[in-house]
């Protein structure tokens, strides 16, 4: 009698190291640099709400700390972070077609898995820093997830509306800001009475003074006013992973150097907006002043013309990468970016450990060009211990007990 029992389905695993794209994880690794070259800064200083109240770092001269945070605010913030949003959303989307192609439906499965990562979120906010995009990013990360069965070109109109949508969004409250300062003069800024610039001062006293437990208190007004203000950053991160499941759904995900024609377009529009960026920069520091130009020009024009420069990023990095593949240094950048989750937590652990008051107390003592020599110091010993452990191990520490809880493996 012929068995009637139907063949067993695929089992649901993470990708193996041999399904891996390497210069996906280059990027990743370096990714994870740019970031904490920008979340140094705010582990140095309550750098948030300095930025919310006005305060201008320029000093009336181009010294080493003037010159990193022109130079941070010019490469690298806003810069990586939508890079790093495009390669969440492509993993995401190469994970559904994976599952699909073995007939597995990936919804049950990797919203477990973004499960997971919110819970790591909400612990790395509570605990170590009020910057975590984790939690933002495994919710975006659901709605990424709803269209994955949508077609390339609506994927991308879609990420195209949320990034030309939030433009307008910007260009709304620019005007609205700059008709205020017409009608009333100062009505945008804030002064020593606000209760936003009297948290700004006490944060200087708790997080350099603080004892973990009142850091932990503490902490959770900032969480929510992180929170809050993501509404004006989510839509581009997520717009940002929309062109990453994109790129799988056309089948650009191994080829994101795109050809030679392509990349001498791209390079015009990169010096414009690098142009854009310097302006930006030169404007966030108080070296520059136009309120018209700042609210009707460089906002709206910030959040289409800037993510620009983390396309540039992609595709001559990864164009670098495919010219010379063996070199050792992107073996080591690969092991970084194949744990990303254990670098990125490590890095607020370890930042948090050397700035805070329960650690060292550097909070608010600590100028920007000691900072970046700080966060290149601590990139380069993860970059040792990445490539370290990923000769004996096939995933990351962090990214195995994530690996457990959304797929009950253990994998050594």
């Known amino acids: 009698m012929p068995d009637a029992r139907p063949p067993a389905l695929p089992s649901v695993t993470s990708v193996t190291p041999t399904e891996r794209l390497f210069t996906l994880d280059v990027l990743r690794g370096i990714a994870l640099l740019g970031i904490l070259i920008v979340n140094i800064h705010e582990f140095r200083a309550p750098e948030l709400y300095a930025a919310i109240i006005g305060i201008e770092v320029w000093q009336g001269r181009w010294d080493a700390d003037s010159i990193i945070i022109f130079l941070t605010q010019l490469l690298c913030s806003g810069r990586w972070a939508p890079v790093y949003s495009f390669l969440f959303g492509l993993g995401l989307q190469l994970m559904c077609t994976r599952f699909i192609s073995r007939q597995i439906s990936p919804v049950t499965t990797i919203s477990r898995r973004l499960g997971v990562l919110s819970v790591f979120g909400l612990l790395h906010a509570a605990f170590f820093w009020y910057g975590d995009v984790l939690l933002v990013y495994s919710l975006l990360g659901f709605l990424v997830l709803l269209v994955h069965q949508v077609s390339a070109r609506t994927t991308l109109l879609l990420a195209i509306l949320l990034m030309l949508g939030l433009g307008a969004v910007y260009l709304g409250l620019g005007a609205l800001s700059l008709l205020g300062e017409m009608i009333a003069p100062g009505s945008s800024q804030f002064d020593e009475s606000d209760w936003i610039y009297r948290r700004y001062e006490t944060n200087l006293r708790v997080y350099a003074e603080g004892s973990w437990g009142e850091l932990f208190r503490y902490r959770w007004i900032d969480n929510l006013l992180f929170w809050g203000l993501s509404i004006f950053w989510a839509p581009l991160a997520l717009a940002c992973m929309l062109i990453g499941a994109w790129t799988v759904k056309a089948g650009y995900h191994d080829r994101l150097s795109g050809s030679y024609r392509y990349r001498q377009y791209l390079l015009p529009v990169c010096m414009a907006a690098l142009a854009v960026a310097a302006y930006t920069a030169l404007d966030m520091m108080g070296v520059v002043s136009n309120m018209a130009v700042e609210f009707l020009i460089v906002l709206p024009a910030s959040v289409i013309m800037l993510p620009v420069l983390s396309v540039g990023y992609i595709s001559y990095i990864t164009w670098w990468v495919e010219q010379t593949r063996h070199v050792r240094c992107w073996q080591w950048l690969a092991a970084t970016g194949r744990m990303p989750l254990t670098n990125y937590l490590a890095q607020s652990f370890l930042a948090s ?42 995933y990351g520490p962090l990214e195995q007990v994530w690996r457990i809880l959304s797929y009950g493996k253990f994998t050594p």
């Not at 550097?362 to 993860?382: K, P, R």
Request: with cysteine; charged share 0%; hydrophobic share 50%.
């Open 353 to 394: 450990a050397l700035f805070y008051g329960y650690g060292l107390g550097w909070f608010g003592a600590t100028g920007a060009f000691s900072a970046a020599c700080i966060a290149i110091t601590l990139y380069t010993a993860q970059v040792a211990f990445s490539t370290w452990w990923m000769k004996h191990h096939h």
